[in-house]
């Protein structure tokens, strides 16, 4: 099997010769120490994994060398991680949705990243789209505690611009299977921390659940296949996330409570699960044989049919690289399955 192959099988729920592997993010550092190379399209081809994650690419007005505003005003500064961070947010409270431009989907270079993963892919890797289902992109526009204030005190305007944002990203997704024939979508839109959900259960389903019901299956009407990514503790979600349509879901967070395999008991039936080598813990401060062990009970846990094992977010600058290397040459070694259902690496199992 190709790892194209691989990652739809298992997001359909079935059995591919091994356990796929994709990250979200693959920080630079990382990339550089065990490819040769910063670039994360380039490394995820040398680190020979099954997918690669892109956004669309949105052009910087560079205030400093370390600060810029993007498209969507937002402004942003680099931390040396692979995300920059919100510095400050374009629009107040009192903005009127009708009255905020967006970025033009269709603009030339809005794929160019999108592009170059295809032609780096050649159709043996999975190219997956990333875009939002609506709460990280009021988040980013609004600023946080703006975001929930409006929803608390505004919600007619905050259920106004989520309408706004929705229709923008199904607009990319329309572009992208259009142009590029893009198969699978991913949201990573983060709604709850270690303690829950960041906002009542009330609210989300009030004001947050239409909107993602309206992303998913406007996604799914287009012929992709969905995961759903969010970090935290989301079990009060998942059910309504599966009715709502995805294929997937992303990290099934160790920091949030979230257990493996009482998640694949539960819903392993009705969707695949991906994750859950924890990048805040074994990844970044355990020995490579605690990572080895890590992987080998992931593999335990979440099984060889409708699972895609990763890192629990990202691999960020934290994440030791050779740990890393330990945790795609564990999958490697232990991943593959025989007729009968178990581990039978052959002897290319190992990337070079």
């Not at 994440?319 to 259902?341: C, I, S």
């Amino acid at each position: 099997m190709t790892g194209a192959e691989r990652i739809r099988t298992a997001l359909r729920r079935g059995t591919p010769d091994r356990v796929p592997t994709f990250e979200w993010f693959l920080d630079a550092s990382v990339c550089q120490t065990l490819t040769g190379t910063p670039d994360p399209v380039d490394a995820a081809c040398r680190l020979d994994l099954d997918g690669i994650n892109v956004r669309p690419d949105y052009r910087r007005r560079a205030i400093d060398a370390a600060t810029f505003v993007d498209e969507w005003g937002v402004t942003r500064a680099e931390t040396g991680d692979s995300l920059p961070c919100v510095v400050a947010s374009p629009l107040h409270e009192d903005a009127r949705p009708e009255e905020i431009g967006f970025p033009d989907p269709e603009a030339s270079h809005r794929f160019a990243t999108l592009e170059r993963a295809l032609r780096a892919a050649d159709g043996r890797r999975a190219v997956v789209l990333n875009l939002r289902d609506g709460f990280s992109d009021l988040r980013d526009l609004l600023g946080y505690e703006t975001a929930l204030m409006q929803l608390a005190l505004a919600p007619a305007a905050f259920t106004a611009l989520l309408a706004r944002v929705v229709d923008y990203n199904l607009a990319l997704a329309r572009v992208a299977v259009r142009r590029y024939g893009i198969e699978i979508i991913a949201t990573t839109d983060d709604v709850a921390n270690g303690k829950g959900l960041l906002i009542s259960p009330a609210m989300y389903f009030d004001a947050v659940a239409p909107a993602f019901r309206r992303a998913v299956q406007g996604f799914k009407d287009l012929g992709c296949l969905v995961v759903k990514h969010s970090d935290g503790d989301v079990r009060s979600l998942v059910d309504f996330w599966i009715e709502s349509g995805i294929d997937g879901l992303d990290p099934i967070d160790p920091r949030g409570g979230m257990d493996l395999g009482a998640m694949k008991a539960a819903y392993g039936d009705r969707i695949c699960l991906k994750g859950n080598v924890d990048c805040a813990g074994v990844l970044q401060g355990g020995t490579e044989a605690e990572v080895a062990d890590a992987v080998r009970a992931c593999l335990r846990r979440g099984g060889r049919s409708g699972y895609i094992l990763s890192s629990s977010n990202t691999i960020h600058r934290g994440v030791r690289p050779a740990n890393y290397r330990a945790m795609l040459e564990t999958l490697r070694q232990e991943g593959w399955r025989d007729v009968h259902g178990a581990s039978a690496a052959p002897a290319c199992a190992t990337p070079p």
